[in-house]
């Protein structure tokens, strides 16, 4: 009896066991990283996604915004269910496509954004991103098909012919050579004056700048007004005109200016600074003669007002003595 107990018993657990093992998913195991638990939900619908895995990430501006929940078949394509970070907000115009990073890499979901969308309003929780915002693979079939027609229609024939016929128009000669030499050291030359371009580059683009801050002057010399300035400016420039070769023959000719022009303008130079001692010095007389010079011509007298004496005593009271001290009388 205690062996028969023993064996249902075991035969029981081992039920148990199989089934359990039956029911696990590789799916169920959680990926390294965030879950996105506290994330939300958001539904996309494509007409197919082919070999879409579960669990797939999605990528939004290069980073990865959420994870595939969910894939659920429907009568008019896929509905895939994404669970999105709850700190990311997803525009409600956003465009969805099925990408791959390799050649041989896993397919994810990615979001990119339309023009305009930080000006739409994001999805709530379970909103749904339609068809007609998506795009999704071509069928395996079909790229398939595609190659072969190109593999058998003969185009790599044709492109090698082209290259065999390049070659053979092309004539073995040294001025062959020495093109691509020349080539070769026009563009090295580039390639070490790089920064020489970015400077032309950034003038270009500071010139359209400044032509774009500038754009009602030139719709200015398109009016009437501004084409017949052009039509003055033309009919002086025609007199003008024949007047610069005698300029130019003077120019030419005029070596003996030189020296006369320097002396003019070591001349100028001086009488520059001369002109900056004057003026420094200009406001100093005009303080002597005006405070010191002009009162003494216009009242010639001493004024005497207080004296006092050694011992301190005031004696300007007593005028005999004073005058008798300055010598005025005997």
């Given at each position: 009896?205690?062996?028969?107990?023993?064996?249902?018993?075991?035969?029981?657990?081992?039920?148990?066991?199989?089934?359990?093992?039956?029911?696990?998913?590789?799916?169920?195991?959680?990926?390294?990283?965030?879950?996105?638990?506290?994330?939300y939900?958001?539904?996309?619908?494509?007409?197919?996604?082919?070999?879409?895995?579960a669990?797939?990430?999605?990528?939004?501006?290069?980073?990865?915004?959420?994870?595939?929940?969910?894939?659920?078949?429907?009568?008019?394509?896929?509905?895939?269910?994404?669970?999105?970070?709850?700190?990311?907000?997803?525009?409600?115009?956003?465009?969805?496509?099925?990408?791959?990073?390799?050649?041989?890499?896993?397919?994810?979901?990615?979001?990119?954004?339309?023009?305009?969308?930080?000006?739409?309003?994001?999805?709530?929780?379970?909103?749904?991103?339609?068809?007609?915002?998506?795009?999704?693979?071509?069928?395996?079939?079909?790229?398939?098909?595609?190659?072969?027609?190109?593999?058998?229609?003969?185009?790599?024939?044709?492109?090698?012919?082209?290259?065999?016929?390049?070659?053979?128009?092309?004539?073995?000669?040294?001025?062959?050579r020495?093109?691509?030499?020349?080539?070769?050291?026009?563009?090295?030359?580039?390639?070490?004056n790089?920064?020489?371009?970015?400077?032309?580059?950034?003038?270009?683009?500071?010139?359209?700048?400044?032509?774009?801050?500038?754009?009602?002057?030139?719709?200015?010399?398109?009016?009437?007004?501004?084409?017949?300035?052009?039509?003055?400016?033309?009919?002086?420039?025609?007199?003008?005109?024949p007047?610069?070769?005698?300029?130019?023959?003077?120019?030419?000719?005029?070596?003996?200016?030189?020296p006369?022009?320097?002396?003019?303008?070591?001349?100028?130079?001086?009488i520059?600074?001369?002109?900056?001692?004057?003026?420094?010095?200009?406001?100093?007389?005009?303080?002597?003669?005006?405070?010191?010079?002009?009162?003494?011509?216009?009242?010639?007298?001493?004024?005497?007002?207080?004296?006092?004496?050694?011992?301190?005593?005031?004696?300007?009271?007593?005028?005999?003595?004073?005058?008798?001290?300055i010598?005025?009388?005997?």
């Amino acid at each position: 009896m205690r062996s028969r107990a023993r064996s249902a018993i075991a035969a029981i657990a081992g039920s148990l066991v199989l089934s359990s093992c039956a029911s696990l998913n590789v799916d169920a195991v959680p990926l390294p990283g965030s879950d996105y638990s506290d994330g939300y939900d958001i539904v996309i619908e494509f007409a197919n996604v082919l070999n879409l895995p579960a669990r797939a990430k999605v990528v939004m501006g290069g980073t990865k915004v959420g994870v595939v929940t969910n894939v659920t078949l429907t009568s008019g394509g896929v509905e895939v269910t994404s669970r999105i970070d709850h700190d990311v907000a997803v525009p409600s115009n956003i465009h969805s496509v099925l990408q791959q990073a390799t050649v041989l890499g896993d397919t994810y979901l990615a979001l990119e954004r339309a023009p305009g969308a930080d000006s739409a309003a994001p999805l709530r929780p379970g909103g749904r991103v339609p068809v007609a915002q998506t795009t999704s693979p071509p069928q395996l079939e079909d790229t398939l098909a595609t190659l072969a027609n190109f593999v058998g229609s003969g185009s790599i024939q044709r492109a090698q012919n082209s290259v065999v016929k390049i070659n053979r128009i092309t004539p073995p000669r040294p001025e062959v050579r020495e093109i691509a030499s020349r080539a070769a050291a026009d563009l090295s030359d580039l390639s070490n004056n790089i920064d020489n371009v970015d400077l032309w580059l950034k003038g270009l683009s500071e010139t359209a700048d400044v032509m774009d801050v500038n754009t009602p002057s030139f719709k200015y010399w398109f009016t009437p007004e501004g084409v017949a300035g052009f039509h003055h400016d033309f009919f002086i420039a025609h007199y003008i005109a024949p007047l610069l070769p005698t300029l130019g023959t003077v120019y030419y000719n005029g070596h003996w200016l030189i020296p006369a022009l320097s002396s003019i303008t070591d001349a100028l130079e001086a009488i520059q600074h001369s002109k900056w001692a004057f003026d420094e010095e200009l406001p100093r007389w005009q303080h002597l003669v005006t405070n010191y010079f002009l009162p003494e011509r216009k009242y010639p007298a001493i004024n005497i007002t207080s004296i006092v004496g050694p011992d301190g005593r005031e004696l300007s009271g007593n005028v005999q003595q004073v005058l008798r001290m300055i010598g005025a009388m005997p």
